[in-house]
């Protein structure tokens, strides 16, 4: 039988242990699986008929049922760990792993009680990665509202007088940090948060590609729109880049735009549960290389006309923005249910930058495709 294991902290920031349980809550929350189905979840009194109710666990517990002959201590972090010290006891258990999340204070207490923790750093990370039916829906909501949100800055976009060549919107220079604002704010009316902000970056500016974006906004410049956003509802995360210019690209710019969209288009034909990552990543790679861009990141002396690729093929998702795997040339076997970024992108510090990205998610037979917006550069 496989030792014994533990998930802890609470479930609203750890997101192991809500994928565990299955709601949210703002306290700490231990959960045990001691094998054979014998699975237990300690919570606070009041979350006890919520817990019920989700009926992750087959035992229910709080702190105050599983006190130690001392009594619990006053803080409750502390009593939340005497409690999973006393249950540990209770059924004779002296060896658990943990994940790399686990507190140091559960280690502490349960050491001190003579229970060995492990260190297992693959506990619950597969798992997350085979996303089943209800995550991909949460998944295909979260990426719906990201999309319907580009599709408002594009609109913007596509609505703004111009005013020697600056975008206006509403009397006043459309600027990478209103629109920023603009998107954060149609998300949050629809239940979505961004954590970490998101990207809208023009011009050159886009030649770095994690950059949030700054200044006016023109025409004939590219512009990088990054969406990230979190569901409130279910904590899944949506994720999708488009570039967009308005007006006359310049040729650079459509020459760097149509090979984005063809490695994007590469990646996802190999991008398949039983397959690798780096064969993905891959994939990517063959377009560049064809072309002759630069793989890596620019060297100090390179002229700013340099084209160049200088990150991997995309990320796993799910509970966090980015999960594992990490698609480059290290990463292994693509898992049924992998939820997946797809978002090669060629970046020039004379022109700006280019990335295209999709969301999806790995069948054996090929992958499901989350993403419905256009491609182009202008949608028209």
Known sequence: MATPFIL???????PGVYHRIRFLCGDMTVFLDLGGGNTHLIVRNIELPRARQAGRARHIWC?????PAGGLASDRDTSFAQ??????????????????????LLVDVL?????????DPDLGRVDRRMKDDWEVQQLREAQQHTEAAIRHAYDTIARANVVDGVLQHDGAALTAERLRSMIIIFLLQRGLSNPNDCIVAPGRIGADCHHRGEGVLRLNEPIIIDVFPMSGKSRYWGDCTRTICRGAPHPTLSMMHGHVVEAKLRAIDACRAGRTGAAVHQAVLDVFTREQYHIGMPPDDAPDDLIFYPHGTGHGIGLECHEPPILDLLCGELVDGDALTIEPGLYCKAVGGVRVEDMVIARPDGCENLNELPEGLWWG
């Open 8 to 14: 802890a902290g609470y479930p609203d920031r750890f």
């Open 63 to 67: 702190p105050e049922d599983l006190a």
């Open 83 to 104: 409690a999973a010290a006393e249950l540990l006891s209770r059924e004779g258990v002296t060896e658990i792993r943990g994940d790399y999340l686990l507190p140091l």
């Open 111 to 119: 050491g001190k009680r003579g229970i060995e923790v492990q260190f």
